[in-house]
């Protein structure tokens, strides 16, 4: 009863939906929380041509750049598709985008349409007209929004389209047979670095192999709710493969999840770690608050779900395997985990529906699976929802990857692994400094598995280039193998695990990235500094390691011959390293690249050991030695 | 075959006691007025499950003992556990097998009262040729007469309401705790018919082996033949997939504490101790027999479920008039017809436009 629709291109894609979804509701809307607005994909396909028809009228080309700014929202959808049928590609963000962003954003992908959502955007982007020379028309998508300065309404445009195509107009159908798998459907610039952003340029062959490859079995019964930014790669994908199969995707927001989740009882949910966290401390609180005997079931059965699922996962071979385990010892293994397996099982079966399905409602009930991605899943968090018989299915990309690379499906689920990856996809393992193949390779015993390295990717999702920078194109891709930036190894039941980044690129728990360099170096500037680096990859903001320049505080008071462990715990240089941190980054800096936490380290790095022979920090390496100090750091990082 | 020392001790009887006011306390925690309430707006389901229940299940257990010639204390039980009304379990099963828990809330509920006329009509009459039969033993052996004890029975089951109707009340006032005795009184029922079957084992060794095959398939039996007959019972009469699958459980697992309390309660030496045998027998096998039937349930049930559950969501967030139209050739043929299987007035009227 599963059927998923395919086609060449997304404009056309959106046709096939209509025709074969028709009336069913494609998207809704929250208006209360008992009361939904949902739009049919007929409906949605129609206003989509209108208002295609509209922006042709306007003079929008096929292959151009048209802005999008805006969150989560019918229209913004309605939006995507009339792009997509012009034969157009959106330059997506959301509200939350800077001025100067936006500045560099419209300029750079030569933006003479841009939606915008609301209101307050539409007076931010007029207020920056002068600076952008490019920017023809803007349209307001808010249909209770008053506009001002020649703005158009997203309505009268479509109404100007609905107009022409009464009277025959059928340029989009041309257009919409038009579009060629390699043409752009959307380019995304990437968010939060320091430097300038860089347009990821994904095309409508991506998008499609992104559809067609990623494992799940739904059909028009499944309900998805949707609370991740649609300007963020992976929410769109998933968005795309729910059109795909016929399902409703529900408009949620993080303030209303646990309402939602009740109300809409999803059958299929992606989000991102912080999601779960967020979920999972809400039903340990459940938990706690709730009655001393209920709490005591709770452990019984979380306790014995732990165990079932344990000997399942050994029998069924779906364990994370890091190493190579022989065979006897496997067999010798085998029948004691069938021994307690077929122990737990009667217990399990009665707590599991006596106590756990009480928590499962707690997520909405009906939950068949769930996808998480764009950031770590912590392990603690990832074994919980398994345990509770929530199945979370763990995925690995990256923007320039649209983004799924590899993702565990539920018929294979093993904790602490990324999956296997996506078909069609290949994926290399790279010594980092050597560059040799690590895996797949026959000099290495196993293949190669079990090996760490950088982790290339070839596949049809990977992105055509970064736009206007053919030169940091050639670097990222060589010979079409993408190279990610992040350490990873494949087990030994051939499922990735990632392991880290070799690139200093620090993906915050929000999915903002941020450059550690331009930021390291300015602090390296104070006198009181040696050496630091940044970290908070996977964690909510950033925090550094520094090395301060032990001389400096002998001439402000502090004794000559007070060890180094006393100096760095001296409250005067705790001080003043706070206040340099506070001088060296106070211009220019956004919010969340605000350093909120330090530790100085007494030793200072040395060339060979944590410097390169350029100087340069071995990230990885100080990562792994100062691992204690870090976890310390974020140990106080409310969830 | 006879039991030389009572099956159950003194404090045997008090634990089982004990158990059967945890079990129907409860039961009565998980009720509301309002699901007395919901007998009424589904009678047709319920009047159906009502012929299952009180109809089908005694008759089956009459033909059991009588195919297979039961000693007639065993054969007294099967029936009067055939008579007896559904209780929570079925709910808890149902839920797991994709079937409308609604319907089995007021099944059990429209069951437990109507039990207090049923049963002793139903027992009277299946019974009557077993019961002369130990009366005419007795009387030979001189040890007395023997009858169905008709008011014993009505009252044990008058008896049994009472933690019901606390549960109830604990319900109203102090929700929390209720649902911790709705929890408890599961986990009570597992542990106390492992604990009876453990001594049974223990101190009466041998009785496994000297129990006569035939009563082992009659206490299997008894519950499979009632799930079968009330899924196909209840789709020849046109009921969806969603009620047939609840008033399959509903028929097959009865309230088996009610069962130990009317024995208890009503029956004497010599035929109470093998009447208590059987029900422990019915009771073990029917978790068994019931879990395994719930997983066949709940795969074939997916789909109608899905159907029924994106339907009902629809209305409630769209509007009680908002009607899904499927794309052609998504829904079965049952379905068709009503995807809503019923229960949402709005997608109905769709069929009829």
Known sequence: MSKRIVAENLALFYREAARCYGDLPAFATRKRALEWHPVSYRKLYEQGLDLATGLIELGVNAREHIGLFGDNRYEWMLADYAVQFCGAADVPRGTDVTDSELVYIINHAGIRFAFVETVELQKRVLELRDQLPLLKEIILMDPNGHTENGVKKLVDVLNLGSGLRIEGDRRTEDRMTDIKPEDLFTLIYTSGTTGTPKGVMLTHSNIISQIKTLPGIHNCNDRVLSILPIWHVFERVIEMYTISFGGCTYYSSVKTLGEDLRNVEPTFMASAPRVWEKLHERIIKGVKSSHPVRQILFHIAYYLSKQFKASEYYITNRYLKLQHQSRWKHWLMLPLHILRWVMVLPWYGFFNVAVLERIRLGAGGALKTTISGGGALPAEIDQFFNNVGIPVLEGYGMTETSPVISVRPSNNLIVGTVGPPLPETQIKIVDPVSGNVMYPSDQFPYGGRGIKGEIWIKGPQVMKGYYKEPELTKQTIKKGWLKTGDLGMITHNNCLKILGRCKATIVLSNGENVEPEPIEMRLQQSQYIDHCMLVGQDKKFISALIVPVLSEFHQIGIPVNSGKELIVNHPEVQKIIREEIRRMTSNGSVRYQQIKDFRLLPDGFQVGEELTNLHKLKRHVIQEKYNHVIEELFASESI | ?353
């Open chain 2, 1 to 353: 075959m006879e039991f030389s020392t009572q099956l159950l001790y003194a404090h045997d009887q008090i634990l089982l006691a004990l158990m059967i006011f945890v079990i129907m306390l409860g039961m009565g925690a998980s009720l509301t007025i309002d699901d007395f309430k919901a007998v009424a707006r589904s009678p047709r389901g319920v009047f159906i499950g009502f012929l299952s229940q009180f109809g089908l299940m005694p008759l089956i257990a009459f033909s059991i003992a009588t195919v297979f010639n039961f000693h007639p204390a065993f054969a007294i039980s099967l029936i009067l556990i055939g008579c007896l009304p559904g209780g929570t379990t079925s709910n808890m099963f149902t839920y797991f097998a994709r079937g409308s828990v609604a319907l089995s809330i007021s099944m059990t509920i429209a069951s437990t009262l109507l039990a207090l006329i049923m049963m002793p009509i139903l027992l009277g009459f299946y019974t009557s040729g077993f019961t002369a039969q130990i009366n005419a033993e007795m009387q030979a052996s001189g040890t007395g007469t023997f009858v169905i004890p008709t008011g014993n029975i009505v009252s044990s089951l008058i008896l049994v309401l009472i933690p019901v109707l606390l549960g109830m009340v604990i319900r109203r006032k102090w929700p929390d705790w209720a649902k911790t005795a709705e929890d408890t009184a599961g986990f009570v029922g597992i542990i106390v018919i492992l604990y009876l079957v453990f001594t049974a084992f223990t101190r009466h060794g041998s009785l496994f082996l000297k129990t006569p095959v035939e009563v082992y398939i009659g206490a299997l039996g008894l519950g499979l033949i009632g799930f079968f007959f009330g899924y196909w019972f209840s789709r020849a009469v046109g009921m969806y997939p969603l009620f047939q699958r609840a008033i399959s459980l509903e028929t097959g697992i009865q309230n088996g504490p009610v069962a130990f309390a009317v024995i208890l309660l009503s029956f004497h030496e010599p035929v109470q101790s093998q009447m208590l045998w059987l029900a422990i027998l019915y009771s073990t096998f029917i978790v068994i027999t019931s879990s395994f039937i719930t997983l066949v349930f709940r795969s074939r049930g997916q789909f109608d479920w899905d159907v029924y559950k994106n339907v009902t969501i629809h209305n409630r967030l769209f509007g009680k008039n908002y009607v899904t139209s499927y794309p052609q050739g998504f829904l079965t043929k049952r379905l068709i017809n009503d995807p809503s299987q019923g229960t949402s007035p709005a997608q109905k009227r769709s069929v009829a436009q």
